[in-house]
DNA sequence: TCAATATACTGAAACGTTACAGATTGCCAA
DNA sequence: TTGGCAATCTGTAACGTTTCAGTATATTGA
């Protein structure tokens, strides 16, 4: 529509962007040549090598990404897979951040794709590789027996998971040892004389629930200290409901002295519930919470914190599928993070 | 490398991914008239038409980005560009959560485009209208002489403003009513008798500073009451400096005994300065503050906030550069929110 | 000297799509 | 009967890239 040109070789008109063709008429090559200098292929004399990447830097030439990726498949992203729902808020910003930052000098994108709660989990990632849209993915959210990580480990799609799996099947991960973080909290309570613990899971289903009740239960039994079931709630249902259930719990005769949460946000809700029902914090009751964010802190100096850094996670994952993709052995590419102790207000 | 067969058209083996070629075997068809039946174009008979399309859904035929984009520039692609640093955490994802919602039935994928302290905002910008990366671009951040909005514009590409400029220039944008805000929760304090009040800006330089700061000072005339300058501190800053700060201003003779605070990480800082202070929430001072999630109230009853969508933003910023991409007009795409009211706990 | 071989380069084809410029058919007016 | 004209359909080229199968030139071994 807008050319203007109508010879073939539109070249000297220099305003469009620099493509291949553009290089070579430049240098006086050939396409092949051009390409081929510019990725470094043995068969292209040193000096013409140098000739062709200096022009090409000059005038600012990028490989045009359709190009590529109708020719190669190689599509040049990774896609981070998000439920729009059950996520915790700050979670995904630095979840988002922590990839960028590692994609950042890398010829990635980064797409967001999304699902809802009425979706198979499953639907977004089916999407991904039957449109071939993408060259990794990370997901959140994994089950012990996940279906996704089956999925694309039969597609052959190099992919990271947040948390483990438990299939016998080896794949890319990042994980935060919750199994540890609950152990230290419940050893930091029972120091403090707390003896009857319970504890705000992680949403049933997750693999990290496993992990934090199994520390939990584990730690429990090596103190001394019991159990007070609180099975009614996760950190994956509301602000109130929390609220209003913790609320009943401490109302019951046989009430917590101690508890802990895995997140934030759902902590927020317990100190409310507690505090609904009349008691306190620190006094008649001690708690120790996961936090991505430093600001619980500020929210009741009482309470007791250990931090997961959600955009050390996203790095780890990053790097993960980046290394999946580059060929790298996907049994060496899993991590897991080590709390760093339980902290008191002015840590 | 794997392909099977040799004979020019090898789509009767099943397995690869159906491309226009392949309906077009199916259908007995030419691929030009697959692809125009498939578009709706006139001059497709309509029992070809529908032939085609049914056969399409069929097989679960998907249009090759890849080829789309090389063929006719179109990317489906929209931006989010962030800052890195600076940009509150769960605004992000709320935002995302917004814009995904939208893009959902339509054929787009969302990218992030990050950038940190250090660049130029223009640098992103910059580089996905060079490359050809994205159809329409989501900034946010917004200036009164936005360079970014001004480079856009120049280069005709379709983009939206979180927030509004001021170059008397038009173009999509969503924002949020601060003036109305900041005049709001004065009115409110006011009401409470509260006379000497201080405002926790936003960041200088972004244009909803110009609108809190003079909502604020508007309101104040009209209600009498004083303001207690309080420059050394935007929303921008750590939690520690904006603690820090507050606590100094508090512990003035003249400190104010109304607050407004533009943003709910700030406000637990500043509350956390009051009772540095040795002050109290409700008693010594009031504080008003905005809030995009819904857990300021828990944090200390005493607060009252104002609630703002970045979800809502989300979705009209999406909608926005959609419709401005397809093809309306600039000037009916900007929207501005509401502020609900001052919502005191259990509102 | 001749062939064999290494070195440095090149054109053509293909990935999947759309736009352009036809091509084929049937029907109608003259 | 013929020319004209809709109504449908089609082949070719092009977008920018990489791969395949070369070609041309210089270098080597005998």
Redesign the interface.
């Known amino acids: 529509m807008d050319r203007r040109a109508k010879e073939k070789d539109d070249d000297t008109s220099a305003k469009e962007?620099p493509t291949l063709k553009t290089l070579a008429f430049m240098t006086g090559l050939g396409v092949t040549t051009v390409s081929r200098a510019l990725k470094d292929a043995p068969e292209i004399g040193a000096e013409t090598r140098r000739r062709v990447q200096l022009v090409a830097k000059q005038i600012?030439y990028?490989p045009?990404?359709?190009?590529v990726?109708?020719r190669t498949g190689k599509?040049n992203?990774i896609s981070l897979v998000?439920n729009?729902e059950h996520?915790l808020?700050?979670?995904?910003?630095?979840i988002?951040?922590g990839v960028?930052?590692v994609i950042?000098d890398t010829p990635y994108?980064?797409?967001?794709?999304?699902y809802s709660r009425s979706q198979d989990p499953l639907d977004p990632v089916r999407y991904l590789v039957?449109?071939?849209?993408a060259d990794g993915v990370i997901i959140s959210r994994t089950q012990p027996n996940d279906p996704r990580a089956r999925y694309m480990l039969e597609r052959g799609i190099p992919f990271a998971t947040h948390g483990r799996t438990d299939m016998g099947l080896v794949h890319p991960y990042h994980d935060f040892d919750n199994y540890a973080f609950a152990g230290e909290a419940v050893r930091h309570l029972a120091g403090m004389g707390r003896r009857r613990l319970a504890l705000v899971t992680p949403p049933v289903g997750l693999t990290y629930y496993d992990h934090t009740v199994n520390g939990f239960a584990d730690a429990l039994s090596e103190v001394g200290a019991s159990e007070v079931p609180f099975n009614t709630v996760s950190i994956d249902h509301t602000?109130e409901q929390i609220?209003m259930r913790t609320a009943q719990l401490m109302r019951r005769e046989d009430r917590p002295d101690g508890i802990v949460s895995s997140a934030a946000?759902a902590t927020?809700?317990v100190?409310?519930g507690i505090e609904d029902a009349g008691l306190k914090l620190g006094r008649d009751v001690d708690l120790v919470s996961k936090q991505s964010?430093?600001?619980l802190h500020?929210?009741r100096r009482e309470l007791f914190v250990v931090n997961e850094s959600f955009r050390l996670a996203g790095s780890e994952l990053a790097r993960a599928v980046l290394g999946w993709i580059g060929g790298m052995d996907p049994g060496s590419l899993q991590s897991l993070s080590t709390p760093g102790g339980v902290l008191p207000y002015r840590g």
Do not use: K, Q, W
């Open positions: 962007r600012g990028r045009n990404r359709a190009g990726r109708l599509t992203v998000l729009t996520e808020m700050s979670f995904v910003s630095d988002i951040y960028t930052e950042a994108h980064l797409i967001v794709t999304p039957e449109t071939g849209s602000i609220r946000a927020l809700a100190v409310a964010s430093e600001l500020l929210f």
